[in-house]
């Protein structure tokens, strides 16, 4: 595989693709063979075989992925949750200790605290923008910290560059979740952090078709995270491995487009009467703008805003819209719209909702890459038809 060390639009396409190209083949083909022809492995971590990571589709994926954030090396994994998983339980055993910022997507947030206590692994958050309240809740057994570039669903960008040198200065491994922003809008290795995970799932394949993840750092880490990620079996399928690979190709043309649009809509929601308030790293009115301006090459596709009235009106305003689709998830090419406290944080108690801001009227847009306009013009229409 060549190195490739062009920009980023560049390593999109080139990064990791077999050099020379296979019997010619533009677009990586499908290695859909579970195992593979003895060669010379002595190490089981090494046996060619779809759960041990290590097909052609695997390999071409994990230097793509590392090329775009600088890593050393990359692993892909069965989808973001698997990514997220694995690297806790690679990283902390029983008695160990975690800290976590508050306020992040509903599935890491009940994974650390139902299933880590379970295994003996304790936890406390932080908020991520009062950086002087951090050395409070550290403990002797804290091993690692784990924060998220953009958090789900408030769009909070924290003061990143202190939460790196706090893990650096009492020797914490520092985790990130970057599937908000994407490598095109934050490299969170270029910055210190070491380790970046993704969830493929959204921007990175783009097309609301697969569910996969990604865990991208340094040598010694992704090798740890593999071993674990090799027992635990939560491997991704070949052909999921091929549609990934496909995705990321167009990453830049989305979303930078993504980037744009989702910023008209966020000033044209800013200025409605009908709306309170408008969550998007990108306004001059949000808590982390200063800390996403400093960071962040583009503020992203997702946006958050509270709707004047009640859940019921946030229901009938999702009702009205014609051109979005009301659904989970994100990062695809399809505009989704969702009410955070009915899916992805409907597993968080209803205080810890009401705790962090996440109102039971707030209303999460992902924006796709139809026409500015036509969104712009549907969300007229929407909060008119009130
Ligand atoms: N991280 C973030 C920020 C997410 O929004 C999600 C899912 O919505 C995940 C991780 C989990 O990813 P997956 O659904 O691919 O397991």
Redesign the pocket.
Known sequence: MAKIRNRIETRLVHAGEPHPLINGAVSMPIFQSSTFGITQQTNYHDLKYIRLNNTPNHAALHEKLASLESGETAIVTA????S?STTLLALLSSGDHILAQECL?G??HDLITKDLPDLGISYDFVDGYDKSSWKDKLKENTKVIYV?TIT?PLLQVADLKSIIEFAKNNGLISVI?N??ASPINFRPLEWGFDIS?H????YLNGHSDI???AVIGGFDLIEKITHKLNHLGGCLDPHACFLLHRGIKTLAVRMKYQNESALKVANYLENHQMIEQVNYPGLESHPGHGFAHELLDGFGGMLSFKITGDAETADRFIKNTILPIEA???GGVETLITRPATT?HAGMSVSDRQRLGISDRLIRVSIGIEATEDIIEDFYNALKAL
């Open positions: 989808s973001g949750m698997a997220i997507y599935g890491t998220e789900n979740d599937t908000f995970i969830s493929c799932t959204k569910v996969a993840g989970p998830s994100l992805s």
